[in-house]
């Protein structure tokens, strides 16, 4: 019996690894820049677009490799503000979601890191289903070269804020990072990157070693450790105090801001006590706060407070020095929160 073995990923290979297996196959180490070029620059559909690689070359790529696109299967455009949610299809059948937003100071694109979420957030859509599996590098780069190609639009920011937890699959977002902002690429600016975490101590801690420049923004949704883990199954297991000096320890080793997120949920973590715990606990620390009003979610009884409420809460936060934004909501006509029109996908096929 002949064994099956998967044919490498070509598109989550580093620059370093693409060489060493160009000259495994005999090939001169320049044809690795030129394929590394057509793959994360031109952004390629396939092997057979590189024209200036020969054919029987691009037969061996073709024979040995892997070469990973996505494949888009809806695209929602907001009316409101004309951001742009995309489904795309991965090559085992899976779907995922992706956002783009457009921004005066640039294009940010919202990425997915998992096909669904095990960390049970009890206000998010992403989690319902629980975790398919995680993503390759190369499926987290397709949604920003899609996106790219399909808007016409040139990405500057990118944000992994979609479905999943980028700090459970550490290796992959690793590489995925090297990747998209490395020379030879997009080449995108590791501050203009953004990496959310519902977190996860040990990776922050490691993640704080890696000498990068990529922003960190915490989930953090409550200011007390009780509040927080009726939200968060996860705080439980690495609760506040240690959160938080991970976070500090984060901040002390790559010199970078954190941004804090705090989804405001109306009766629930709205309240001017509630103020005042959270700018006792990021105060010392100097981070951004970026208050999201909840998304509401069908499945899910958590409501917005009312308008008046959310800028309440704000001035409180500043009234304590604290630098704080309220994110605006992109695209509300566009099925509300993350990981919404993925489901409602999901749930539309399983009808049929
Ligand atoms: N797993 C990562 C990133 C994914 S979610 C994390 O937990 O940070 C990105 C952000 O959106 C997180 O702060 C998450 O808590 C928040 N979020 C999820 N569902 C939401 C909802 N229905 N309303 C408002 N914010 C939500």
């Known amino acids: 019996m002949t064994e099956r073995t998967e044919k490498t990923d070509i598109k989550s290979l580093t620059r370093k690894e693409l060489t060493e297996e160009m000259g495994l196959l005999g090939e001169k180490s320049f044809r690795a820049g030129q394929l590394y070029g057509w793959m994360h620059e031109k952004l390629a559909a396939g092997f057979e677009e590189m024209t200036n690689l020969s054919r029987q070359f691009r037969e061996t790529l073709q024979e040995n490799y892997a070469y990973v696109t996505l494949e888009p299967v809806e695209v929602e455009i907001s009316r409101i503000d004309g951001t742009r949610k995309y489904l795309f299809r991965l090559p085992d059948g899976l779907v995922i979601e992706s956002v783009l937003m457009k921004y005066r100071h640039g294009n940010s694109v919202c990425i997915s890191s998992q096909a669904g979420c095990r960390m049970g957030c009890r206000f998010c859509a992403s989690t319902?289903?629980?975790?398919?599996?995680?993503?390759?590098?190369?499926?987290?780069?397709?949604?920003?070269?899609?996106?790219?190609?399909?808007?016409?639009?040139?990405?500057?920011?990118?944000?992994?804020?979609?479905?999943?937890?980028?700090?459970?699959?550490?290796?992959?977002?690793?590489?995925?990072?090297?990747?998209?902002?490395?020379?030879?690429?997009?080449?995108?600016?590791?501050?203009?990157?953004?990496?959310?975490?519902?977190?996860?101590?040990?990776?922050?801690?490691?993640?704080?070693?890696?000498?990068?420049?990529?922003?960190?923004?915490?989930?953090?949704?409550?200011?007390?450790?009780?509040?927080?883990?009726?939200?968060?199954?996860?705080?439980?297991?690495?609760?506040?105090?240690?959160?938080?000096?991970?976070?500090?320890?984060?901040?002390?080793?790559?010199?970078?801001?954190?941004?804090?997120?705090?989804?405001?949920?109306?009766?629930?973590?709205?309240?001017?006590?509630?103020a005042r715990g959270l700018a006792a606990l990021v105060g010392p620390l100097h981070g951004h706060v970026n208050l999201i009003p909840v998304n509401p979610v069908r499945e899910r009884a958590f409501t917005q407070p009312e308008k008046k409420v959310v800028n309440d809460f704000k001035i409180h936060l500043e009234n304590y020095g604290i630098n704080v934004t309220i994110r605006r909501e992109m695209g509300r006509d566009i099925n509300g929160a993350c990981g919404q029109l993925r489901k409602s996908y999901m749930e539309g096929r399983s009808q049929c």
């Open 128 to 274: 319902i289903g629980g975790l398919e599996r995680s993503l390759r590098a190369s499926e987290m780069l397709e949604q920003i070269y899609q996106i790219q190609k399909l808007s016409g639009e040139r990405v500057s920011h990118v944000v992994i804020m979609g479905t999943g937890e980028p700090l459970d699959n550490y290796e992959n977002l690793l590489r995925f990072l090297e990747l998209l902002t490395g020379e030879g690429g997009l080449h995108i600016s590791q501050r203009n990157v953004t990496v959310s975490t519902c977190g996860l101590v040990p990776q922050i801690r490691q993640l704080a070693k890696e000498g990068l420049q990529i922003t960190l923004a915490l989930s953090l949704h409550a200011a007390t450790q009780e509040k927080r883990q009726e939200l968060m199954p996860i705080a439980k297991k690495y609760q506040m105090p240690e959160v938080l000096a991970a976070c500090e320890e984060y901040q002390k080793k790559t010199g970078r801001r954190m941004t804090f997120e705090y989804s405001l949920v109306r009766g629930v973590n709205d309240s001017r006590e509630d």
